[in-house]
């Protein structure tokens, strides 16, 4: 148990519609990724905070957005969802730069 | 930006076999090198990491190997079990904080 909590497990909804993923980060690690994994695919990195603020942006879509509050749990939204977004979704937390990313289980989106 | 790639994509090894998987990353500041082990419906886990001020680190069945004159860097798993099997991601981070590039992954099966 790496200590990341995604929820949902699974979360299937139509085209055109918006949803939400949440991630808990392991106690004390400030920082919080998310990534992408489709079907066959690597991991693609979307976006990361530290502490509140975001701190990097990878190959995320317009559609999408993320924040992480106060208590450091971090959300997801994806909006006019499509079926190519279908994916695997990953949360990750890290306790700083010279630490290593420790995931959760995942949100496996299925948009039909 | 950082670029990892990752070989083989998929490796079919015999139970007790060893199995090596190479990395080789573009970004000459990149400064750590975790390797990551996904099982299926799982996140993936950390198994192991070097940090680019050492050449080797072995972990019972697991080594892994940085050559940083030729950026590239290799995970080693000896004597093979079925529970090995697994994809396997290997990622660099680079000089920008926390960001991490992701190997494509190989896909590893190990026969008995």
């Known amino acids: 148990d790496s200590g990341v909590t995604q929820t949902p497990k699974h979360l299937i909804t139509a085209t055109g519609q918006r949803v939400t993923l949440r991630c808990s980060p392991r106690s004390g690690d400030l920082s919080v990724y998310w990534y992408q994994q489709s079907l066959d695919q690597g991991l693609q990195f979307l976006i990361q905070?530290?502490?509140?603020?975001?701190?990097a942006k990878g190959n995320i879509l317009e559609r999408f957005s993320a924040q992480q509050f106060p208590d450091l749990h971090s959300e997801l939204n994806l909006s006019s969802l499509e079926l190519g977004d279908s994916a695997l979704y990953f949360c990750a937390s890290s306790a700083g730069d010279e630490s290593p990313l420790h995931f959760g289980n995942g949100t496996r989106l299925t948009v039909t | 930006g950082e670029n990892v790639e990752q070989h083989p994509s998929t490796l079919s090894v015999q139970e007790g076999d060893s199995a090596v998987i190479k990395c080789t990353y573009s970004?000459?500041?990149?400064?750590?090198f975790p390797w990551y082990k996904q099982e299926l419906g799982k996140g993936p886990q950390l198994i192991i990491d070097?940090?680019?001020?050492?050449g080797e680190k072995k972990d019972q069945r697991i080594a892994v190997t940085l050559n940083k004159t030729a950026k590239h860097f290799s995970l080693h798993i000896t004597e093979t079990q079925p529970e090995d099997s697994a994809v396997y991601f290997c990622?660099?981070?680079?000089?920008?904080?926390?960001?991490?590039?992701f190997g494509a992954g190989t896909q590893v099966v190990v026969t008995p």
């Open positions: 070097i940090r680019s001020n050492v």
């Open positions: 970004d000459s500041a990149s400064n750590y």
């Open positions: 905070y530290y502490n509140g603020e975001e701190r």
């Open positions: 990622a660099a981070k680079g000089d920008v904080w926390g960001k991490f590039q």
